[in-house]
């Protein structure tokens, strides 16, 4: 069962399903800065900090007892690839944000990972149903390779804008950049204006 079909959101941005530049594969081929970290249940932590009310602090057990919904999303690799109808479960980024009560000046989020990742986008970015902390791929546990135990989805952007094997969310007043984005590649990663690479 699927809560919600997210695979039209296409739509809003007045271009094809397929964005400009991109090849549909039903693979699904693994990149990362880095190899796949380790982690243990036990010890894990997601934390979600900075411009909020409310700090919040999770372990395994209780991040799993967070409401969550089975999204339908198309997935864009920067590289060049896009998987269509993938089946995600997870947190909605605004059940978090609501639970930890943004402040007024917040306007960024930097997401962090186990192996030292990181990427940002802007609040009204994130606020968006769709984008999911995710905990299932197709109805089971997400794969390490894929960024397992938790990673994000983001289907208005290139993938890179999903932080694989999150831990922890910053709320921000001033924006900062991540990993790739301070290596060249766009701020903003829109697929459907093939904004992969900085202008600056």
């Not at 999303?73 to 089946?87: E, I, P």
């Not at 997870?90 to 962090?112: C, I, K, N």
């Not at 831990?167 to 984005?181: A, C, I, Q």
Request: hydrophobic share 30%; glycine share 8%; aromatic share 12%.
């Amino acid at each position: 069962m699927v809560d919600r079909d997210a695979t039209s959101i296409y739509s809003e941005f007045g271009g094809d399903r397929l964005p400009p530049g991109q090849r549909r594969t039903d693979r699904f081929p693994v990149l990362s800065k880095s190899g796949t970290p380790s982690w243990d249940m036990q010890t894990w932590e997601f934390t979600v900090t900075g411009a909020v009310d409310n700090e919040l602090e999770f372990t395994w057990e209780e991040f799993n007892d967070l409401p969550q919904e089975t999204q339908r999303q198309d997935f864009h690799c920067v590289t060049g690839w896009s998987r269509f109808d993938n089946k995600f479960t997870g947190v909605t980024f605004p059940t978090l944000a609501e639970r930890a009560s943004v402040h007024d000046d917040a306007e960024h989020v930097l997401f962090g990972s186990l192996d030292g990742y990181s990427t940002n986008l802007p609040l009204d970015q994130c606020l968006r149903d769709e984008v999911l902390f995710v905990l299932e791929l197709e109805g089971q546990p997400l794969p390490s390779e894929h960024g397992g135990p938790l990673r994000v989805v983001t289907p208005h952007k290139y993938a890179y804008k999903g932080a694989k094997w999150v831990t922890n969310v910053t709320l921000l007043t001033d924006p900062m950049r991540g990993y790739w984005e301070m290596r060249g590649y766009s701020n903003t990663a829109n697929p459907w204006g093939e904004e992969r690479y900085s202008s600056l």
